[in-house]
């Protein structure tokens, strides 16, 4: 069983910056894919960004070159800096890991204002 545990969303101004943060019981983070998914309302759950195992990322078209995921195995946490934010960004962000199910946190709100 793993938990994951998310932070750092917030209130933030179009252009500006948040950082998220995805806290795992236990370490996993090298061994298979953790992804940072988000749900706006109205609007089916998207894949914003996803690190490997072996450390391979992708991002989703609209967040590249204002988004980077990044990985501290040591602290069992995964990180998805968010710069130059727009009001589409505004969602609620949920950290995923797959094995063998899919493993999700709480969710972290992010509101980005115009």
């Known amino acids: 069983q793993v938990q994951l545990m998310e932070s750092g969303g917030g209130l933030v101004q179009a252009g500006g910056s948040l950082r998220l943060s995805c806290a795992a019981s236990?370490?996993?983070?090298?061994?298979?894919?953790v992804g940072w998914y988000r749900q706006a309302p109205g609007k089916q759950r998207e894949l914003v960004a996803v690190?490997?195992?072996?450390?391979?990322?992708n991002y989703a078209d609209s967040v590249k070159g204002r988004f980077t995921i990044s990985r501290d195995n040591a602290e069992n946490t995964v990180y998805l800096q968010m710069n130059s934010l727009k009001p589409e960004d505004t969602a609620v962000y949920y950290c995923?890991?797959?094995?063998?199910?899919?493993?999700w946190g709480q969710g972290t709100q992010v509101t980005v204002s115009s």
């Open positions: 995923n890991y797959k094995y063998k199910v899919d493993y």
């Open positions: 236990r370490s996993i983070f090298s061994i298979n894919a």
């Open positions: 690190i490997t195992g072996g450390g391979r990322i």
